[in-house]
């Protein structure tokens, strides 16, 4: 099942911080952050996983509340670079082959102008 | 550059036709995954493979079927086409069999059908 993001857009100044967040009604294994630039392919952010281990970017981050199903993405101080759609995706904690299995939500879309 | 090569970039084919889309992985990556991103869907994962084998299965339509080959390459034949079919088809891959690492995004593969 796909998880949920909100907002769906967002739009900010440069140096001004948002919060995108993502739920899922499931038990998560990791929850996945990607940004994509039209026409271009999704680039990894961070990637959280159930026990809290996190990796990402040094600039990035965010947090994963297991107890919620809930992440949210903090971009802090944000650069006309941020731009883009937004993608949570989540791995289910099923067992077995699920573990491959990665949703992504509906996106949400971000604007930083100057 | 993910490192991911996907062949062709763009294919426009009539309805009815057969299309084979190719991904090649990062060196060393054992998992290929194959995405359908339209407009009105989002990024709907379709199927993966994992060393040859298929191990998780998505939205995946019958008239769609995937394969790894030993070398690891992946191929998404995509059958009977309909006008609905016209998407930008991703391959991903990563490390292991299971999301608990970053998954790296090939350019994509743009599918019109006419």
């Known amino acids: 099942q796909q998880p949920v993001q909100s907002p769906q857009a967002v739009i900010l100044r440069e140096g001004e911080d948002a919060v995108i967040n993502c739920s899922s009604s499931k038990a998560l294994y990791s929850v996945h952050w990607y940004r994509q630039k039209h026409g271009e392919a999704p680039v990894f952010l961070m990637i959280?996983?159930?026990?809290?281990e996190q990796k990402g970017h040094e600039k990035i981050s965010a947090s994963f509340n297991e107890k919620k199903q809930q992440s949210s993405l903090y971009l802090t101080a944000s650069q006309l670079s941020y731009s883009g759609t937004y993608f949570c995706?989540?791995?289910?904690?099923?067992?077995?082959?699920?573990?491959?299995?990665?949703?992504f939500g509906q996106g949400t879309i971000l604007t930083v102008h100057p | 550059d993910s490192g991911v090569t996907q062949t062709p970039k763009h294919l426009i084919t009539a309805t009815g036709q057969r299309v084979t889309l190719r991904c090649s992985p990062r060196?060393?990556?054992?998992?290929v995954y194959w995405y359908q991103q339209s407009l009105d869907q989002g990024l709907q994962f379709l199927i993966q493979?994992?060393?040859?084998?298929?191990?998780a299965k998505g939205n995946i339509l019958e008239r769609f079927s995937a394969q790894q080959f030993p070398d690891l390459h992946s191929e998404l034949n995509l059958s009977s086409l309909e006008l609905g079919d016209s998407a930008l088809y991703f391959c991903?891959?990563?490390?292991?069999?299971?999301?608990?690492?970053?998954?790296?995004f090939g350019q994509g593969t743009r599918l019109t059908v006419v």
């Open positions: 060196s060393g990556d054992l998992s």
């Open positions: 959280l996983l159930k026990g809290g």
């Open positions: 493979y994992y060393n040859g084998e298929e191990r």
């Open positions: 991903a891959s990563s490390v292991r069999d299971r999301m608990n690492t970053e998954a790296f």
């Open positions: 995706g989540t791995v289910p904690n099923a067992g077995g082959t699920s573990y491959g299995k990665l949703t």
